[in-house]
């Protein structure tokens, strides 16, 4: 009897409350400022089932590495491509044969006829991409979603992309080159919470190796477990030799051998490259790698930051669409604080920051260690590969 009229007050009340006077309802119930993004809320659903099958996995990971390559071609003071917009699909010809490319082109046989497929430029479905690969992984920020940048009118020049045998110094003199100081550096590097590694060592054993111990959360493992002591290589040295071709055609990618990329790391299964050991003992860096190590939040919101700047590279973002609200909540993070994996403790730190002692309040997760298992490739429908 009296259910009536107080369903009628909360309709009302939802009502009052909704986003903007102009506010569009999409077919799946997406609340859009702009009616435009509902195409995009669509594109979203499509990403996530078609190409990333709902997980934080390989091709998230894949995604968040080609949405950095492409768009930091891009240079405050010279001629160096047009920042993150496609290029690296559009001149894919040019610039996925760079080889700090390497591996790129893994993702690209996906990414090129879905984005033709869906009707999208290169450069949206890169950095909207990446925004949805994101919302699918435990601990990750909620990205801004920008669209509608143009195609790509020419190739990034080589040498953009810095390179894991590059020492500090050269890496610092190119982000810088593209805006980024040393310290968003370290924030985007979060990314490599999510990572693993294909091409730097192409030895068998090693394929999809990842460079923290939850490759599927994005969390503050990577920067705690590159602190710890480094002993021992996972494959059979820093110096391999080439993979099988057998072995090569199921990765769908060609390798280089890159030398000293890598140094030794502190688990079995796990790969560590030199570039992200030296930053954690570099004085313009380890007191931010520390930083991100500690907290689960500031990390999160450290990369949100920076990875927003990122994807506008080239860009003014008045130029663009704002469809944010299409993008998802991530799931939260699977935990608050970093731990040390099974056999590891305080001891193992190689402590980097001058200016703070790494605190003795971490604890060790329970159990023995094992071998951390490698990153697998997922079989989607897109892809000129497709066996
Ligand atoms: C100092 C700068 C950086 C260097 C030297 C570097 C180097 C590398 C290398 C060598 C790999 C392994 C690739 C392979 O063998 O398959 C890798 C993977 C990856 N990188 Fe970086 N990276 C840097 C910065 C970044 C940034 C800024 C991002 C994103 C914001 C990023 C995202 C990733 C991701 C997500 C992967 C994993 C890809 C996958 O698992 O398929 N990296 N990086
Ligand atoms: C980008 O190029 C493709 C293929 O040439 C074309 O179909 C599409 O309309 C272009 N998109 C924009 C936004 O210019
Ligand atoms: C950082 O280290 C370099 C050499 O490794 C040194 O020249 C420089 O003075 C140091 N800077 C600070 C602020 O300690």
Known sequence: MIAAPIIALALAGIAA????????????????????CCFWANVRDRFKNEIFLNVCQENVHSLVRIAFHDAIGFSLNSEKGGGADGSMIQFGATELNFHANEGIDFIVDFLQPFADTVGITYGDAIQFGAAVGLSLCPGAPKIQAFVGRPNATRAAPDGTVPEPFDDPEKIFARMADAGFTPTELIHLLASHSIADQAGVDPEDSVLGAPFDSTPFSFDSQVFL?????????????????????????????????????????????????????????HNQTACAWQENALSQATMASNFQTAFQKLSLLGFNKANLLDCSEVITTPPPATQKQAFFPPGKRHVDIEQGCATKAFPTTLSTAAGTPTPIPAVQVQDIPFGRRKK
């Open 17 to 36: 409350a909704s986003p903007t006077p102009a506010a569009t309802t999409c077919a799946d119930g997406t609340i859009v400022a702009n009616s435009q």
């Open 225 to 281: 477990e590159t602190m710890l002591v480094g002993v021992l290589f996972p494959g059979s040295g820093p110096n391999q030799g080439m993979s099988s071709p057998a072995v090569l055609a199921v990765r769908r990618v060609t390798y280089y051998n890159v030398l000293s990329g890598e140094v030794s790391s502190p688990l079995p299964g796990e790969f560590r490259l030199q570039s992200d050991k030296r930053f954690t003992v």
